[in-house]
T-cell receptor
Framework: GENVEQHPSTLSVQEGDSAVIKCTYS??????FPWYKQELGKGPQLIID?????GEKKDQRIAVTLNKTAKHFSLHITETQPEDSAVYFCAASMGHDMRFGAGTRLTVKP | DTAVSQTPKYLVTQMGNDKSIKCEQN?????MYWYKQDSKKFLKIMFS???????INETVPNRFSPKSPDKAHLNLHINSLELGDSAVYFC?????????????FGPGTRLTVL
């Protein structure tokens, strides 16, 4: 089955800096790669996703890149703000089976 | 309006008891899921239901049983609770059971087994 690895497990940045979280996946058949943000005491919420036929996608301060050959994808957050502090999960899926990475706890210091 | 709701939000119980967690979605989605999030925040899928049909059943003990009375509800029943069942359980739903569909998560139910 699919195995998703996510790094780093914790990330601390200064407000205004950029943050990058990286994930790798094992199943080349995976074709959908969402990123979720989980705030304290809440359920994960989708922030951006990318399909396998696209190499990059951007939404304001958030961007995701996908390298299908290397089977890795990354989340980039620019101009970080304290409200970006949360746990971020990458995931990979093919069909109904979605596998999540272990999560990255991002802390943005004011 | 809450899209995916779960009850209760907190559940504290003794080992050996039987408990249920309810989930409802008002998004008109076809597929619903249950995830377990352990103390290290790792999210693992347990079940999913599509039009009342179980389409995923991971290596979950048979003490856990999903029950779907209709498309909008997927309840989780747990028998003979064990200490290791302590976790946060999330319900989620998506429009259809294939790729490219965002999963909407509920707020979670924190289960503590004493």
């Amino acid at each position: 089955g699919e195995n998703v690895e996510q790094h780093p497990s914790t990330l601390s940045v200064q407000e205004g800096d950029s943050a990058v979280i990286k994930c790798t996946y094992s199943d080349s058949a995976s074709n959908y790669f969402p990123w979720y943000k989980q705030e304290l005491g809440k359920g994960p919420q989708l922030i951006i996703d990318i399909r396998s036929n696209v190499g990059e996608k951007k939404d304001q301060r958030i961007a995701v890149t996908l390298n299908k050959t290397a089977k890795h994808f990354s989340l980039h957050i620019t101009e970080t703000q304290p409200e970006d502090s949360a746990v971020y999960f990458c995931a990979a899926s093919m069909g109904h089976d979605m596998r999540f990475g272990a999560g990255t706890r991002l802390t943005v210091k004011p | 309006d809450t899209a995916v709701s779960q009850t209760p939000k907190y559940l504290v119980t003794q080992m050996g008891n039987d408990k249920s967690i309810k989930c409802e979605q008002n998004l008109g989605h076809d597929t619903m899921y249950w995830y377990k999030q352990d103390s290290k925040k790792f999210l693992k899928i347990m079940f999913s239901y599509n039009n009342k049909e179980l389409i995923i059943n991971e290596t979950v003990p048979n003490r856990f049983s999903p029950k779907s009375p209709d498309k909008a509800h997927l309840n989780l029943h747990i028998n003979s609770l064990e200490l290791g069942d302590s976790a946060v359980y999330f319900c989620a739903s998506s429009q259809v059971a294939y790729a490219y569909n965002e999963q909407f998560f509920g707020p979670g139910t924190r289960l503590t087994v004493l």
